[in-house]
C-alpha cells in the first residue's frame, strides 16, 4: 500500500523526503531498497561511497561517509567520526 502511494508521489513530481528510523536489524535498509528498486529499476543498485568533511564553529572536525545512488543517499549517524 505505502508503495502505492509513494508511486504516485513520485509520478506526480510531489516525492517527500523520507527519514527512516528504528532498531538494528529490522528491516529498514531491505525495505527502502525494495521500495527504491520497484521505483527506480536496478539502477539503485549502483552505490558510491563519498566522504565529507566539515569544520564546526567550536573547530570540531566532522567526517561524514555517506552511501549514495542517483536516486538517495544513506547518511547513518554512527558513521560521523569526531
Do not use: W
Request: aromatic share 10%; net charge positive.
Amino acid at each position: 500500500m505505502y508503495v502505492n502511494i509513494i508511486s504516485y508521489q513520485v509520478q506526480s513530481g510531489d516525492f517527500p523526503h523520507l527519514l527512516v528510523y528504528g532498531p538494528s536489524g529490522a528491516g529498514k535498509k531491505t525495505r527502502i531498497m525494495c521500495m527504491l528498486r520497484e521505483l527506480y529499476g536496478a539502477g539503485v543498485e549502483k552505490l558510491r561511497i563519498e566522504h565529507h568533511s566539515f569544520t564546526t564553529p567550536s573547530k570540531k572536525k566532522l567526517d561524514i561517509s555517506t552511501v549514495a545512488s542517483n536516486y538517495h543517499i544513506e547518511l547513518n549517524p554512527r558513521l560521523v567520526f569526531l
